[in-house]
């Protein structure tokens, strides 16, 4: 499945981009899959097929997201961002 990502904050300036796509069908495997491609991202932002200390995902715009176990729907709007943006 693919997955919309926008990113923000530090998560933005490591990656070197604002939005991208990722596989996968939970939170986890969009993690991983974003780690694989973005080494600078995954040193500071994920850790494996989580996210570290310091950041969260949202959802669709809906509700903030951590649990890689999370199931996904092809064409979901994924943000990624750090706690203190915008802060």
Known sequence: MQIRVELYGIPRARAGV??????????????????????????????????RPGYTA????????????ITLSDGDILLLLNLDAGG
């Open 18 to 51: 604002d939005k991208t796509t990722a596989s996968g069908c939970c939170l986890g495997d969009v993690l991983a899959d974003l780690a694989a491609r973005f080494p600078e991202l995954a040193k500071v932002c994920i850790d494996g097929r989580e996210l």
């Open 58 to 69: 949202n959802l669709r715009g809906e509700r903030f997201i951590t649990d890689p176990r």
